[in-house]
């Protein structure tokens, strides 16, 4: 497996806040973590129906991973929490900022104001750091290349570049069709690691030449739906008329080895003051097994 990351490829911490995103994405990553546990809840009554003829090891793992997957979910809910207490707090300094604005010249208010100022740019500069240490919990995304279907756009012979951005994370592949109507590709594993404001971009060309390239068709793809603790086939409608489609099977490892998980404390924490299937756009239809919902109309990115 190829991981399509380094130091240089993760996400600046935002100068924005980006509270509604986050949101959404929090609600996501709770819910795959907590299906996570379900999933594993419901193999750990299994085997303990079948205690004797199943081997002690097996359960003991499935234990020690299930204590893991609840201390990430707390911690993850208490990030959320401390992020929840940073907007409020700035949006308490917002409404005062409005106030001194409005309010006459004095010497009072012109204090007034540019404490105020300063407590909005903090609670700020709290929430983009919070935001940058909740990602850095969404464990990773890693995709299986299942190749192109086109009914009869495919040909033998027919070559094809698909490429896939993620934020900063690249992955690049290219791919023959066969006379036997198999695919060969030259990657077909990548991790992507989660983010909480980026989409997935997917544009797929086929190279007819050197100086001969023809876009089929690009979409950007939501990614809600793929925090889910069991591998899903995506089928991604790539053009329009919906003939030609991605096919990759996702599947979310819900703890990263670059996750901070077994940290006491985060620093981000420490320093706060004051403390399954989704819809398509009209145009595009999906393979429900489940899918990825493309969020832009297809067409050339």
Not at 75 to 94: F, I, N, P, T
Not at 140 to 152: D, P, Q, R, S
Request: glycine share 6%; charged share 25%; hydrophobic share 35%.
């Amino acid at each position: 497996v190829t991981r399509m990351f380094t130091g240089s490829t993760k996400n600046p911490t935002p100068k924005i806040p980006q509270p509604e995103r986050l949101d959404e994405v929090y609600s996501a990553l709770r819910r795959g973590l907590q299906s996570f546990l379900q999933v594993h809840q419901l193999e750990l009554d299994s085997l303990g129906q079948q205690i004797r003829e199943s081997k002690r090891n097996g359960r003991l793992a499935i234990e020690r991973f299930m204590r893991r997957l609840e201390f990430h979910l707390s911690k993850v809910e208490e990030l959320y929490d401390a992020y929840c207490m940073q907007r409020r707090l700035r949006d308490g300094a917002s409404k005062m900022v409005a106030a001194f604005n409005s309010a006459t010249g004095s010497k009072e208010a012109r204090e007034s104001l540019n404490e105020a100022n300063r407590g909005y740019r903090e609670y700020t500069e709290h929430m983009c750091s919070l935001e940058s240490e909740l990602e850095n919990q969404m464990g990773e995304f890693h995709i299986k290349m299942k190749g192109l279907v086109g009914y009869a756009r495919l040909c033998a012979g027919d070559q094809y570049e698909v490429l896939m951005r993620y934020g900063r994370q690249r992955w690049r592949m290219k791919g023959r069709v066969e006379v036997s109507s198999k695919q060969v590709w030259d990657s077909e594993d990548n991790v992507f690691l989660p983010l909480i404001t980026e989409l997935l971009s997917i544009k797929v060309t086929e190279l007819k030449s050197l100086a001969n390239h023809v876009v089929v068709g690009s979409v950007s793809c939501e990614t809600l739906d793929l925090f889910c603790p069991l591998p899903q086939t995506v089928a991604v409608d790539i053009n329009d008329l919906g003939t030609v489609k991605l096919n990759l099977e996702v599947n979310w490892r819900s703890v990263s080895p670059q996750s901070s998980l077994f940290t006491t404390s985060s620093p981000c924490l420490t320093s706060l003051p004051c403390l399954t299937s989704l819809h398509l756009n009209p145009c595009s239809t999906f393979i429900y097994l489940p899918i990825l919902s493309v969020i832009a109309k297809p067409g050339h990115l």
